[in-house]
């Protein structure tokens, strides 16, 4: 009894006199529930059910073809679900719409890389709007494209141009990643650049979701499946 | 917080206007569409200066008008094919002032070189020097009109690069600006008074500013939606 006493002072009285967040009632970053999306008439996939803590990265795993983009951007309120709820701490995402995806970084399967600006002018305008020149250089270092600074990306390799987009990682302050396909078209070394970034992440209390069809070595992660819709007799 | 209305302005403007002047193809296209028209009227029809200034009014109008609709309708549409629409979409601050920054940067590469243009036309045309002023003024207002009134058919027809249903859509919005914008330089050539026409070109411009963007981020949003 008063060890029990003593776990429950330790773990959840304790902390609210430091000022950090007690263990028990941690928030759930993102909560993902009964979500259904029907296009044309077709549902595409199975309700989806998951939930999301500080640290942890979450693999969408499913078939070409089985939704795992259009769940990226039924996650990033791009398109609206047909039923279903998305809430993130706590509150419907429609509700903190602005808090929401102020803490969102979505780098979609289309990397957004304008082929006629260079390097750093599309790392520029993607990044936050006061990232200083600093930062960006460094970001651009990081995912070993230094020297390209000021090269158009219309010259640059598929592989180059996924660094670029993937740049974003460094100069992002949003807790929240999505990350379609993020390892498309990269190299060793990319990938191997992209999972230290990732553990990075989680170890500052960050959260991924990510869709990949190989699995990672560095970062630990959960897997969700898509499973394609079947109807209920 | 502090720039949930105001972000993302600049820096749309000043990401337009670098890939305007990075792809010059895109920005000639209408410019040369402008000046070849307004070069062969004259040849195809009688080069009498007294002809010529009797249509000059009109026709300038109507040529601004198709070169502003031949460049709108790749306004979104690259924009949608490579993934930054949806970027745009996700922006947490509202969608007004990106938008308002990419029309801003289409009106400084098509509109304000139209207007800085006419003045040429106009004296190729003969038209009277009493017209110049309220022409270059009604052009640069009312381009800026034809380019927000455009963005909405733009967003619109999105998922297509608009085409013939984007002239469809714009063309019965466009009238008003073409009749008082014809109107103000027609009223400069006759003596009377330019500035009422030009005032309505003005409130014209009033209104479309504040409602347009609200449409183009609707439309947008839907054009995304499917």
Redesign the interface.
């Known amino acids: 009894m008063p060890t029990a006493f003593f776990a429950v002072f330790w773990h959840n009285v304790f902390p609210y006199f430091q000022g950090l967040e007690s263990p028990l009632t941690t928030h759930i970053f993102l909560k993902v529930e009964n979500l259904a999306f029907e296009?044309n008439d077709t549902v595409l996939f199975q309700p989806i059910d998951f939930e999301l803590n500080a640290g942890v990265a979450l693999q969408l795993e499913g078939v070409n073809g089985s939704g795992k983009t259009t769940l990226f951007?039924l996650m990033?309120?791009?398109?609206?679900p047909s039923s279903g709820q998305i809430s993130y701490c706590g509150q419907s995402i429609d509700n903190c719409?602005?808090?929401?995806?102020?803490d969102?970084l979505?780098i979609?399967?289309?990397?957004?890389?304008?082929a006629?600006?260079t390097v750093e002018?599309n790392l520029r305008?993607?990044s936050p709007?006061n990232t200083s020149y600093e930062k960006i250089s460094a970001a651009l270092d990081a995912v070993g494209l230094g020297e390209y600074q000021k090269i158009?990306c219309a010259n640059l390799s598929a592989g180059q141009k996924r660094r670029v987009a993937l740049a974003r990682l460094m100069t992002s302050q949003a807790t929240l990643w999505f990350l379609d396909e993020p390892l498309t078209s990269l190299d060793k070394q990319g990938v191997e650049m992209v999972e230290q970034c990732m553990s990075q992440h989680l170890k500052q209390g960050g959260a991924i979701v990510f869709s990949s069809h190989q699995d990672l070595a560095q970062v630990k992660t959960r897997s969700y499946g898509l499973e394609p819709y079947v109807e209920v007799a | 917080m502090a720039n949930y209305l105001s972000g993302g302005f600049r820096s749309y403007l000043y990401r337009d206007l670098l890939l305007a002047v990075r792809d010059r193809s895109d920005l000639s296209k209408p410019l040369m569409f402008f000046l070849l028209v307004a070069i062969m009227v004259p040849l195809a029809i009688a080069p009498e200066a007294s002809k010529l200034a009797t249509i000059a009014p009109g026709l300038i109008w109507i040529l601004a008008l198709l070169a502003t609709l031949l460049s709108i309708e790749r306004l979104f549409s690259e924009d949608y094919a490579d993934g930054s629409l949806e970027q745009l979409l996700i922006n947490p601050n509202m969608l007004i002032m990106p938008i308002l920054g990419k029309v801003t940067a289409h009106w400084l590469v098509i509109g304000l070189p139209l207007t800085i243009l006419s003045p040429v036309i106009a004296i190729w045309f003969s038209l009277p020097t009493a017209a110049m002023i309220p022409m270059i003024l009604s052009l640069a207002l009312g381009t800026a009109v034809l380019s927000l009134i455009g963005a909405v058919g733009a967003a619109l027809t999105l998922p297509r690069q608009g085409g013939v249903l984007l002239a469809l859509l714009v063309m019965p919005l466009y009238m008003p600006v073409l009749i008082f914008g014809s109107a103000t330089i027609q009223s400069a050539v006759d003596g009377l008074n330019w500035l009422s026409p030009l005032a309505m070109l003005a409130a014209l411009l009033a209104v479309a500013i504040v409602l347009c963007p609200l449409a183009i981020s609707a439309g947008l949003r839907i054009a995304k939606n499917g």
Do not use: C, D, N
């Open positions: 296009r951007q990033t309120g791009i398109f609206q719409r602005y808090e929401y995806l102020y969102v979505y979609g399967h289309q990397s957004a890389v304008k006629a600006l002018e305008w993607m709007e158009r």
